[in-house]
């Protein structure tokens, strides 16, 4: 994988960590179908839904059913899967900050009615605008008041679209969307931590290879920008590219599409399919 620490990206500093670094196409392959096999369905989705959509692991702990829909899009010709990530939200999923030390009361973290710790410890400041001139900024003091959850920037409380190119996309969402509605509020049952130990115990049955990490890790935003990558070499343009990652650095894109290169020699050198699909027959 591409170690580029000394290169320009402008504002944009790729990861230094080699367990933040996207995965090789042999290894995404590797490590989504162990996941399609794993028993548990909130185990297979914490990894399918990272590598189908490049959600922020803050963002797939949030997750609504209602967020998950099909929508008409007139380039694809049809209905395709979507998840709309709102500007602001009422977060169920957490202890809520009202938990002692180590919880020895035994309280239930998961299916309290209380927001995660997460969102009570949330700073707003550089998201709402200054009084008296909201104008200037995307959320406003009484949305910042009365809700707990809010994506990471504007451009994060958007839509990203399935590509209807890659089939397995579609049954992602739709089977998200049937784990959320049998959850508590209809909300993701647990918090990153949560996604992180999964992902662990995916990675360790796939046995990956890894050959650019030292140590055989894998973290959560590795796989989104694995997802990075997977848009550029599906030939998705610079602009869509940002727009369904929900960037405000095109920078960023300009990492993936130099990573890009060593992944596909990757591929090519393992005789991987050039269909963009991890699931092949």
Known sequence: MVRNSHQGYGSFSPPKEEKRHPLT?????????AACQYPDVETELAVRVLLDYGLRIGELVHLRA???????QRKAGGEVWRI???KVE???GGKGGNAEKGNEGGADLHTTDNPCGKCVNRSWQKKVAPKGKEKNG???WQQAEEYDYAPKNERSATKVWQFPGISEMAE????LKDFLK?????????????IR??????????DLELPDRSQPKVVPHALRHTYGCRLVEMGVGEGAGMKQMRHQNADVFRWYSDVRGTRVVSALNDAVSENDSLLHE
């Not at 049998?182 to 949560?194: D, F, I």
């Not at 130990?197 to 796939?206: E, F, G, N, P, S």
């Open 25 to 33: 196409r042999r290894d995404t392959e590797t490590l989504y179908q």
């Open 66 to 72: 209602h967020w998950i829909d099909t929508e008409y």
């Open 84 to 86: 709309s990530i709102p």
């Open 90 to 92: 009422r977060c169920w």
């Open 138 to 140: 995307w959320l406003t």
């Open 172 to 175: 992602t969402a739709e089977k």
């Open 182 to 194: 049998q959850q508590h509020k209809n909300q993701w049952p647990h918090q990153e931590n949560a």
């Open 197 to 206: 130990t999964r992902l662990d115990k995916v990675a360790d049955i796939a």
